[in-house]
């Protein structure tokens, strides 16, 4: 089946823009979280969401945000851009109930520089 | 969820077995070892997970230790496309539909080298 695909797979943006990610998950997958990777933090967890609703979060400030669609389908949004921004952001889906086996299918990533 | 230390970098040689260790002295009894690793340029990719016995897949084995403080990822012939960074990562081990989810908590992580 197909796996997590996220759009767009780079993009460039000026601070004080905003900027709107997506994320496709695998068919049947409910759950779909979001990471920051940056050289210097590594791979932050940024929020998940379930059947349309945020049911975890990460310490990360209010200008990240994120919502689910009914199809499962997620964005996130990053307003008023800053330089240290820049980072790949990956999207994962998983099931997200029953046996908790971790298994996060993740997607190849968008990489987001803030000039 | 509890946190893990693993060896910054380790080296290779191709077709040689690769033992990645992982510390977890403060896991709890729910949970679950889990491995992924990440490629240059793609994704975290799924390894290998497991509770208390070791476990065995196409891609690796996990052996764990009897006290469960500590556990090995085990490349049993590394190959050039092996050369990536390896998380080891603890997670519960059940979700149910009312429960927050649970986020994985990377570390730094084990850079692997392999050479021809």
């Known amino acids: 089946k197909a796996g997590v695909t996220q759009t767009p797979r780079y993009l460039i943006k000026t601070r004080g823009q905003q900027v709107t990610l997506s994320c496709s998950p695998i068919s049947g997958h409910r759950s779909v979280s979001w990471y920051q990777q940056t050289p210097g933090q590594g791979l932050q967890f940024l929020f998940e969401y379930f059947s349309e609703t945020q049911r975890n979060k990460g310490n990360f400030p209010g200008r990240f945000s994120g919502r689910q669609f009914s199809n499962s389908r997620s964005e996130m949004n990053v307003s008023t851009l800053e330089l240290g921004d820049s980072a790949l952001y990956l999207c994962?889906?998983?099931?997200?109930?029953?046996?908790?086996?971790?298994?996060?299918?993740f997607g190849e990533g968008s990489r987001l520089t803030v000039l | 969820d509890a946190k893990t230390t693993q060896p910054n970098s380790m080296e290779s040689n191709e077709e040689e077995p690769v033992h990645l260790p992982c510390n977890h002295s403060t896991i709890s009894g729910t949970d679950y070892i889990h491995w992924y690793r990440q490629l240059p340029s793609q994704g975290p990719e799924y390894v290998i997970h497991g509770l208390t016995s070791n476990v065995n897949n196409r891609m690796a084995s996990l052996a764990i230790a009897e006290d469960r403080k500590s556990s090995t990822l085990i490349l049993h012939r590394a190959t050039l496309r092996d050369a990536a960074v390896y998380y080891c990562i603890l997670r519960e081990s059940i979700l149910s539909v009312g429960q927050a989810g649970t986020a994985l908590i990377f570390g730094k992580g084990t850079t692997l080298s392999v050479s021809s």
């Open positions: 994962a889906s998983s099931p997200g109930t029953g046996e908790n086996t971790g298994e996060l299918f």
